[in-house]
């Protein structure tokens, strides 16, 4: 077992709040002269309003384009100029905002962000939108519809949410509803969601707190606080889905690939530390029971993984995601995949499962905390959904503390027939070059 | 300290940078003559333990591409004692994965562990890279695995493109125009004593290397590597040679039509310089302006300017021998002919007129400024050790790479575009819709040239 000591992440914290409602966590390490600035809005595809999927993603795009004191592509020329490196993304419930700087810059990283926090509609124009329309439509080409199972990124929240549910619709938007984006609504959404109040910085790195302390005050202070937004409409979903769902999908690709997803808690809840161990007994590296069961000795996938998509409201998803082996058919593979996920449920996993699984977790948590970039999202992330930084540092613990009982509970309420869905790829037969 | 910002509307200047050095690296080699390579950080309790061995796919005679691939993958199928499946618990309940590979000069295998691991791990790691059973069951099923990845490819523009541009540049008589994993005409050549014999002709101390970085003391690591690798003595065997390079191709259009593409994957490129050339610096700060950073001239024209694109960027893959140029892109199909041609208007650009004093300095400032930024973790720190011995770079690369960057001129970019941007020697592959065969053959006055799927899908 890996020690006990060398789980004990002790990152420093220092959190405060602004008068106008920003959170913001200041966490010190010297040892290299970097630092990362990390931004996390509390607002995602969910909060899109009907007609305008896609929006909360095309709207992270206008971020970049200039603010009050900012030219169009001067952010990111003046990030990388200054030896950074910087993106964003959009998910379902928030959008960040990060870069990493060499430590003598943070005042520039810090003064862009409040920038486009506090002033980003003066420099949004109508040119812009449409460049950007455009940029995110071949964005939504080259990642789904130019790809084999480009679609299950959608289809499946489509089968996993119900059809009024706010994780229901597409993230990256339909291309009608990216055609309808208009500047208005890049407006209002500003106004509503962009707002101090909406939105958590993290630093991390090689800072001084009171310096930083000072900067952060002097470029966010003045922002004013946001004048409401509309709550998110995110009532309770049953534990799950009560039921079966399939949908084949005949698409021109090389072989049959399966996705069956199951109901689960909700990230940083106790069950879902056992979710998530669950998740990578089943199909977390080639020691795991899919693969070695179906892709190893069986042959009848070639590959096989699983993995949560750790959202924190609502409802979580844990997917198994297996590809069949060449001359295998669609129904095959499903029926092999099932049959392993009802060997958990008849017989139960063991004790090296959940040890393994553990040790890949905890200590792919710990190598990972080396990037400022990644202790700076991690913490955003547990202010935001948990409004405590210090989860950043019981994290392993609490997937070393998930026990043999633990995941036997889960799986027993999670994993059976009534919580299912599965969404396959067979081959839509000719796959024709010219 | 940052300087007084004063009003917000300021824009803040920057503070006195602190001073960075890439991490400090002792050298050790075993009794068996292994060289032990350690970088010691202290910050967070792991380690990284990154294997390499000279003996990557150019080294493959004809025919047999995927070789070193198959063998890579297939040491940790098991050994004597212990089945795939035996190693594969072992690692994972170490808390980490092992997936060794190839590259074109190396195979590689790399372990992060938690600090207090180290010494099983490396045991652990000792035993697949000297032992391995290569039983021919387990062989089989990696070529299946292999398999499957190209049928898969066949229907993925991205890989359809990137493995038809190796194609057409080095053609079918070069190592380099195959990919790396091969194909499956290669794939099927492959068995037990095949990868017995890459094993005894590349597994063997005078070609490998172990670097360490991480929460361990030098003399710990060295004693360590001694302990386990000490002894070990390979048998006499013919010296793995590269295969023969490749011969210049003529510059011409490929074309691989796919009925339901809605965009097109371009890749436009030529040979380049190897890796160990005069003008290296100057080079990477000429990709940087061209299509290197998202300000580059290829992004902004193609992203930006006209919204023909999610991303448009250039880039030199660098090899021993055999280095090449490409600039790639994903393109709406009706955008294809226009992007060829701003493509090929930037690359002349560059050769014609001297970059701008701002465009210089956004690239210089950014590759120097960035430095510390590439090497935060245990594994980038040993990929970046790796590279180094991989190309024989010399000891103090690392040190002098900043002053490098620094000293290359407007003068010089223009002078090594030059030398080796050759829009004469350009191929372009388009992998995209069908449709567009008329447009691509009005673009090259007729010199369009047919590129199909590879051969056959079956196993």
Redesign the interface.
């Known amino acids: 077992m890996?020690?006990s000591s060398?789980l004990r992440v002790e990152i420093p914290l220092e959190s405060f709040e602004l008068a106008n409602g920003l959170r913001v966590t200041i966490s010190a390490?010297r040892?290299?002269?970097?630092v990362a600035v990390n931004l996390w809005y509390h607002v995602g595809s969910a909060n899109e309003r009907p007609g305008r999927t896609g929006f909360a993603h095309l709207f992270e795009h206008m971020l970049f384009q200039g603010s009050a004191?900012v030219a169009a592509?001067e952010h990111?020329?003046l990030v990388?100029?200054?030896?950074?490196?910087l993106n964003g993304s959009t998910w379902l419930d928030r959008t960040n905002y990060f870069e990493?700087?060499?430590?003598?810059?943070?005042?520039?990283a810090l003064?862009l962000e409040?920038?486009r926090m506090g002033a980003l509609l003066p420099a949004m124009t109508q040119e812009k939108l449409?460049?950007q329309r455009?940029?995110?439509?071949?964005?939504r080409?080259?990642t789904i519809?130019?790809?084999?199972y480009g679609t299950w990124w959608e289809r499946l929240p489509a089968l996993a949410y119900p059809p009024e549910h706010p994780f229901h619709h597409s993230l990256i938007g339909s291309i009608e509803d990216l055609d309808a984006a208009s500047l208005d609504d890049v407006a209002q959404f500003f106004r509503t969601y962009y707002t101090p109040d909406n939105a958590v910085l993290t630093i991390a790195g090689?800072v001084e707190i009171e310096?930083a302390r000072a900067?952060v005050q002097?470029?966010f202070g003045?922002i004013p606080r946001g004048t409401g937004r509309p709550p998110l409409s995110l009532r309770d979903l049953p534990a799950d889905f009560g039921g079966w769902r399939r949908e084949v999908v005949h698409d021109?690709?090389?072989?049959p690939r399966l996705f069956l997803a199951f109901r689960s808690p909700v990230f940083g809840s106790e069950a879902y530390y056992a979710a998530s161990v669950t998740s990578a007994i089943l199909g977390l590296?080639?020691?795991s029971r899919l693969h070695?069961s179906l892709?190893?000795r069986q042959?009848i996938a070639?590959?096989a993984s699983a993995f949560t998509f750790d959202l924190a409201k609502s409802a979580d998803l844990l997917v198994l995601d297996v590809?069949a082996?060449?001359?295998v058919e669609g129904e095959a593979l499903e029926a092999a995949v099932v049959s392993e996920v009802n060997g958990l449920l008849s017989e139960g996993v063991s004790l090296?499962e959940v040890?393994?699984a553990v040790?890949?977790i905890?200590?792919?948590y710990?190598?990972a905390?080396?990037?400022?970039g990644a202790r700076a999202d991690l913490i955003s992330k547990f202010v935001t959904y948990f409004g405590e930084s210090a989860r950043v540092n019981t994290q392993a613990m609490c997937y070393r503390d998930v026990d043999l009982q633990a995941v036997t509970r889960f799986v027993e309420s999670h994993l059976g027939p009534d919580n299912r869905i599965s969404l396959l790829y067979v081959s839509s037969g000719d796959?024709?070059?010219? | 300290m940052p300087n007084d910002v004063g009003a917000a509307e300021q824009r803040p200047t920057p503070g006195t940078p602190r001073s960075y050095h890439f991490p400090e690296v002792q050298r050790h080699q075993t009794t068996s003559g292994i060289d032990v390579i350690v970088a010691t950080v202290t910050r967070v309790p792991v380690v990284t333990l990154h294997y390499v061995i000279d003996g990557g796919a150019i080294y493959e005679p004809a025919g047999s591409a995927g070789t070193a691939q198959l063998t890579a993958k297939g040491i940790a199928e098991g050994t004597q004692a212990l089945s795939g499946d035996d190693i594969a618990q072992r690692f994972e309940l170490l808390g980490t994965s092992v997936e060794p590979d190839a590259g074109w000069e190396e195979l590689e295998l790399r372990s992060t562990v938690m600090s207090s691991r180290l010494t099983q791990a490396a045991a652990l790691a000792a035993e697949v890279l000297t032992s391995p059973a290569f039983r021919a069951d387990d062989l089989a099923r990696l070529q299946h695995e292999r398999i499957a990845e190209l049928m898969q490819r066949d229907t993925e523009p991205r890989g359809l493109a990137d493995d038809a541009f190796s194609r057409v540049l080095y053609g079918p008589d070069s190592r380099l125009g195959f990919p790396i994993g091969g194909e499956r005409e290669t794939v099927r050549e492959f068995g037990a004593s095949r990868a017995r014999e890459w094993h005894e002709r590349a597994f063997r101390p005078e070609r490998m290397a172990v670097i360490v970085a991480g929460d361990v003391e030098a003399d710990e690591a060295f004693a360590v590597m001694e302990r386990i690798w000490g002894s070990w003595r390979a048998t006499a065997s013919p010296l793995l040679m590269p295969s023969g390079g490749h011969r210049p191709r003529r510059s011409a259009t490929h074309f691989v039509a796919k009925t339901d593409a809605v965009q097109s994957e371009i890749r436009i490129g030529h040979t380049g310089p190897p890796r160990v050339n005069a003008d290296y610096f100057e080079l990477t700060v000429l990709n940087a302006i061209l299509g290197g950073l998202f300000g580059s001239r290829i992004n902004l024209n193609l992203r930006e300017a006209h919204g023909y694109t999610y991303g448009a960027f250039s880039g030199f893959d660098w090899r021993r021998d055999g280095s090449n140029f490409c600039v790639s892109t994903a393109v709406r199909s009706d955008a294809t002919v226009q992007a060829v041609r701003e493509i090929r208007s930037e690359i002349s650009r560059i050769r014609d007129e001297p970059v701008s004093t701002s465009e210089l300095s956004l690239a210089v400032e950014h590759l120097e400024g960035v430095f510390p930024i590439r090497f935060e973790t245990t594994a980038a720190m040993t990929n970046a050790l790796a590279s180094q011995l991989i190309f024989g770079l010399p000891r103090t690369y690392f040190d002098d790479y900043r002053e490098k960057i620094r000293s290359v001129s407007a003068a010089d970019v223009q002078r090594v575009a030059q030398a080796h941007l050759r829009p004469g020697d350009l191929n372009l592959v388009v992998v995209g819709n069908a449709a567009l065969k008329e447009e691509l053959t009005v673009l090259t006055d007729g010199d369009l040239v047919m590129e199909g799927l590879a051969a056959d899908t079956e196993l």
Do not use: M
């Not at chain 1, 040892?31 to 970097?34: E, L």
């Not at chain 1, 990388?80 to 490196?85: E, L, M, P, S, Y």
């Open positions: 890996t020690k060398e390490d040892t290299a002269p970097i004191h592509n990111f020329e990388q100029r200054a030896g950074g490196t990493t700087v060499p430590s003598n810059q943070l005042a520039l003064w409040a920038d449409d460049t455009s940029v995110v439509k071949n964005e080409q080259w519809d130019n790809q084999p090689d310096e900067l002097q470029y003045p021109r690709v090389a072989l590296k080639v020691g070695r892709v190893r042959r070639s590959s590809t082996s060449p001359g090296p040890e393994r040790a890949l905890t200590t792919d710990v190598a905390l080396q990037s400022a796959d024709s070059n010219a």
